[in-house]
């Protein structure tokens, strides 16, 4: 199973943490959710528990639940900017269809 971070992702979650103070990295993960039936969820990682795999790119962590693997294996995590609009981008190679909104997938 392979998760990664762009070197822009991994900036910006540095960043972040920064700010806040405290943190071990990004927990990411998926929820049953909108019309095409899965959403990506993000927090703050404080903590690594026994479930968790733990992915490192650039010096950034990102930490995923064990069971949430075999849909997010092979995700990249990109930060883009564009114009005002900043976001994390999630490309996954297991979506096979998106809501009109973007904001929920199918597998």
């Known amino acids: 199973m392979s998760i990664s971070l762009t070197e822009s992702a991994a900036t910006r ?11 071990l ?13 899965f959403a990506y969820t993000m927090d703050y990682a404080d903590e690594i528990g026994a479930d968790d795999q733990v992915f490192d ?10 069971d949430h693997l075999p849909m997010l294996n092979g995700l990249t995590l990109d ?7 900043e976001s ?12 009109g909104c973007g904001e929920s997938f199918t597998v």
């Open 79 to 85: 930060f883009q900017k564009q114009g005002l609009n």
């Open 57 to 66: 790119s650039y010096g950034a962590k990102l930490i995923v639940k064990t």
């Open 13 to 23: 979650i540095g960043k972040q943490l920064q700010q806040r103070g405290k943190g």
């Open 88 to 99: 994390f981008k999630f490309l996954n190679p297991n979506v096979k269809g998106e809501c």
């Open 25 to 37: 990295g990004l927990r990411v993960g998926v929820k049953k959710s909108g019309c095409s039936g």
